[in-house]
């Protein structure tokens, strides 16, 4: 079993910046894919970024390339994401999830490919 809390949340102005992290309390946290996802009240739960078991492997939405960076520090059980020149379209909750998967590079992009999920922060980004 795997626990994940996020943290890191909170009002930011356009342009500014924030990093959230994702605490997990299973003993093989690196043994797990984990992403970051995000849902507003006005769109689905969507990707936003994905990281492989030791970081070698990421991918990005779109929407975020180039001004979003996942990492993991598996000394510390821990997942981050650093949120650059931010835009009030990134203004959501955004969950951290973790995947059990068989192979040191992968990265999973799909909800369904999720099998734990922490409760959630809230972005909120002005203009």
């Known amino acids: 079993q795997v626990q994940l809390v996020e943290s890191g949340g909170g009002l930011v102005q356009a342009g500014g910046s924030l990093r959230l992290s994702c605490a997990s309390s299973?003993?093989?946290?690196?043994?797990?894919?984990m992403g970051w996802f995000r849902q507003s009240p006005v769109k689905e739960r969507e990707f936003v970024a994905a990281?492989?078991?030791?970081?070698?492997?990421?991918d990005y939405a779109d929407s975020v390339k180039d001004r979003f960076t996942i990492s993991r520090d598996n000394a510390k059980n821990t997942l981050y994401l650093q949120m650059n020149s931010l835009k009030p379209e990134d203004t959501a909750d955004y969950y951290c999830?973790?995947?059990?998967?068989?192979?040191?590079?992968?990265?999973?992009?799909?909800?369904?490919?999720?099998?734990?999920w922490g409760q959630g922060t809230q972005v909120t980004v002005s203009s």
């Open positions: 999830a973790a995947a059990r998967t068989s192979y040191t590079t992968v990265v999973v992009t799909t909800q369904s490919g999720y099998d734990y």
């Open positions: 299973g003993r093989t946290f690196s043994r797990y894919a």
């Open positions: 990281i492989s078991w030791s970081g070698g492997n990421t």
